[in-house]
């Protein structure tokens, strides 16, 4: 009988697979890192003997969720500027906050809330988009999380760089120091078409082919912006995008709440993803995106949260029941969207944006052991019919009770494992004190 490192027996596994499988009364065979097998638990206790054996009755697993749009450190701007229209909300207080207060410590202070608060709710790789990126790969490597980093680019100046060419040149820095790193990855992220002319873009796709990264963009977030492209460009911003050569398989166009004929053709013809973020396109009132329509033409449409200053958590459960209920209400059809194309959209297509998909997403033999357990046996998930459709429209993050990435175990019966979580609630506590009184004081001066 061959020994292996973690064998974990639950109710039911919902591997993502092609026939939207759930499996009853299965195991995980898993060692150094990655799935042996998925097998009946009796054959699984015959055919293995484990150094860690886990045996979750009432639990589903599933591969871990992947948030495939944050800026994971600006969960300490979390509920600084709530209810106010999204420029509103940037130029009066997020812009001038961000200003102030982002330094190397912010972003590790704040990446590391972030990321345990993911954990916590079965988020097992991110893709973020914010400054000083080597830090936030630094943290997620510490913590033992997945995630794709983002290089951004912007124009103008901000305290991780002073233009486009410093932007670009520190990005591939940071690329070059966690090519070779198993959970770190990462992906080109010119910030918006309003903020990035169109040099540093042509660049950012030619390094982008060089380094075989995607590219990560804010992308038809309002109509607002919308205008302002046919203003200054005489054309759409996707348009603009296609014409520079970026609306490609690499291109992840997060939001996407402005979607037109022509558009839709664009995004058919060019193979990119959607990063669908409904919650915050909802609060701020961005848009709506058409999820079902994307879909039924062959779009890859991935799941993300943004960052929790405009969200305001980063709980992908929350986001897989929001986006499954909003897709149905935009097309007028309760068929749109359901369940295990919802729980694809925060799993294997997400992955497949990531070009990680041939490494997690789903849970199948031979990819990384990133797994998930909520337990079922909550009032709020009984009883239970069917667990996929459960699992969307029922259950929550409090019943995330197992992580594993890569198979190292993160989150043990809810408990984070690698992260102290009274220091991080004390920095956080720390940090609010001094940019509420920021905040106030710049609009006392306003």
């Known amino acids: 009988m061959p020994n292996i490192d973690t064998l974990i027996h639950a109710d039911w596994i919902i591997p993502v697979d092609s026939q939207n499988s759930t499996l009853r009364n ?76 982002v ?129 200054q460009h005489h054309k759409r911003p996707l348009q603009r995008l296609k014409e520079l050569g970026i609306t490609s398989p690499r291109l992840i166009a997060v939001h996407m709440t402005q979607v037109n004929n022509d558009d839709l053709q664009i995004l058919t013809e060019s193979g990119c993803s959607i990063a669908h973020c409904p919650e915050s396109n909802l609060k701020l ?20 949260t943004d960052g929790a200053a405009s969200n305001n958590d980063l709980d992908m459960i929350g986001e897989i029941q929001t986006a499954a209920l909003l897709a149905k209400s935009v097309a007028n059809d309760a068929s749109a969207l359901p369940a295990h194309q919802a729980l694809r959209m925060a799993t294997i297509n997400a992955a497949t944006a990531l070009g990680l998909d041939k490494i997690i997403g789903s849970l199948e033999s031979g990819k990384s052991a990133d797994i998930v357990a909520l337990d079922m046996h909550h009032l709020a998930t009984q009883p239970l019919y069917h667990p996929i459709s459960q699992l969307v429209y029922a259950a929550n993050r409090h019943q995330v009770s197992d992580v594993w990435v890569a198979g190292k175990h993160l989150l043990h019966k809810h408990e984070l494992m690698t992260i102290e979580q009274e220091d991080i609630i004390s920095r956080a506590k720390n940090w609010s004190a001094r940019i509420k009184k920021s905040d106030e004081n710049n609009q006392v001066t306003d």
């Open 26 to 101: 299965h195991a995980l065979a898993v060692s150094d890192g990655r799935i042996l097998e998925i097998l009946p638990s009796d054959a699984a206790s015959k055919k293995y003997s484990a150094d860690d054996i886990h045996r979750l009755m009432n639990h589903v697993l599933i591969p871990g969720l992947i948030n495939v749009h944050t800026h994971a450190a600006m969960s300490l701007f979390r509920g600084l500027a709530d209810d106010l229209p999204l420029m509103s909300w940037l130029q009066d207080h997020i812009w001038p906050a961000e200003g102030r207060w």
């Open 285 to 304: 009132a961005s848009g709506f995106c058409p999820v079902n329509q994307l879909i039924e033409a062959g779009i890859n449409v991935a799941l993300g």
């Open 103 to 231: 330094d190397s410590e912010f972003i590790q202070d704040g990446t590391l809330l972030a990321v345990a608060e993911m954990l916590q709710s079965g988020t097992t790789c991110f893709n973020d988009m914010y400054f000083y990126p080597d830090v936030t790969a630094r943290i997620a490597d510490t913590v033992g999380i997945r995630a794709s980093v983002g290089l951004i680019v912007l124009d103008f100046p901000t305290v991780w760089a002073n233009d486009a060419n410093e932007y670009i040149h520190k990005g591939i820095e940071v690329h070059d120091h966690y090519r070779n790193n198993s959970l770190i990855s990462t992906a080109f992220a010119p910030h918006a078409p309003y903020t990035v002319s169109d040099a540093p873009l042509a660049r950012v796709v030619t390094l982008a082919e060089e380094l075989d990264i995607p590219i990560h963009m804010h992308v038809h977030e309002t109509d607002f912006e919308i205008q302002e492209s046919i203003k």
